[in-house]
């Protein structure tokens, strides 16, 4: 009997016992689709984490002050006023360094006519809408002579133009923060959410705005730093590290009052992480493969059962124990390939709604297709072994006997 005739009789088998036959393949079809549908969601998840880390620009290092000290007890990051406008010039000199923007930020009420809303005020300079990737959509940036002459102008968010103006266009009315007028002179094009953060509903005022009238401090809360190149991401930190502790008179790095968030590093770690994540899922629906291996055994162990008399006839008409243990083998490997082509189908189909119902976009690649597939096909391999193990080596005259 040849590979041609054993695969005819696996599929004549499998066609006649069609109930049988579906019920087996669902454990195979359940744990391929969802092999498919975890690592569609975690490469998706990661795709829109990475997107997310990106849309805050590149290249990019964020200088914060360090943790205040009271009684031994540490407050929060950002909570030791030590960043200044002296160290913004002084950080200029890198070589590494090829833009900066100091910032200070604060969370206020915000009114326009009848309507108000409470949302993050940053004041900063013109090099941050480079640095953090914002475009303006309509009006404009603020300007450097805004940040000279302590202008009181603003760019606002989408979403928080849509809270206070609805569907009119904000550019030129004047919004109300903490009390002091400010004329809105562009709205920012829309970049969505990066975790807790809205990155559309913010407004931006200039520095010197920000720091003289409504917050009145010398201190910034952030320095926002891009480097030259993503290759001297390094080297900047290192400057960077360098300059402030001769500014701040700091001889042990243990002293540091600020604290330097690498976005390569922050990359790296959410990039771990997903990665865990998609083997932790991958692994749960790989154990479903498994169990509908069981499944697939446990049927063809019935099935030799019930083919006993059939096994002894064909070793009396010459089979060989190979073609018995080759049929058999074949009719499960045939139930794992069905079982895997429909597991496919129902798994980039459940995983092309779920994209369509969650808030990023799972995504179904090649490799994990034919890793689901190729997993599946070796579950029925090694699953139908031992059934065609048993087949093989049963008496031929005690099968003829078989009632």
Known sequence: MNITESIILALESIVANKTRAALTMLGIIIGVGAVICMLALASGAKESMMSSIQSMGTNNLTIMSGQSRNGGVRGGMGSMQSLTLSDVEALRKASAIGKLAPQVQTSAQVKYANNNTNTSIYGTTPEYADIR?????????????????????????????????????????????????????????????????????IIIIPLTTAMRRLMGTKYLGNINVQATDMSKMNTAEAQINKILRKEHKIKNPEDDDFRIFNQNEIME???????????????????????????????????????????????????????????????????????????????????????????????????????????????????????????????????????
């Open 133 to 201: 990737n914002y475009t303006v959509e309509k009006g404009r940036f603020i300007r450097d002579n805004d940040v000279k002459g302590i202008k009181k102008v603003a760019v606002i968010g989408p979403t928080t133009a849509e809270t206070l103006f609805g569907e009119m266009t904000p550019v030129g009315k004047t919004i109300s923060i903490k009390g002091i007028k400010f004329e809105v002179v562009g709205l920012l094009k829309s970049k969505g959410s990066s975790g807790f953060m809205n990155q559309d509903d």
């Open 269 to 403: 770690m959410a990039n771990q992480t997903s990665q865990t994540f998609t083997l932790l899922l991958g692994g749960i629906a790989c154990v479903s493969l498994l169990v509908g291996g069981i499944g697939v055994m446990n049927i063809m162990l019935v099935s030799v059962t019930e083919r006993t008399k059939e096994i002894g006839i064909r070793k009396a008409l010459g089979a060989k124990n190979s073609n018995i243990q080759s049929q058999f083998l074949i009719e499960s490997l045939m139930l794992s390939i069905v079982g895997g082509i429909i597991g496919i189908i129902f798994g980039v189909g459940v995983s092309q709604i779920m994209s369509a119902l969650s808030t990023f976009t799972a995504s179904v690649s090649v490799w994990s297709i034919l890793m689901s597939f190729g997993f599946s096909c070796m579950v029925g391999i090694f699953f139908g072994y031992y059934p065609a193990k048993k087949a093989s080596q049963l008496d031929p005259i005690e099968c003829l006997r078989y009632e």
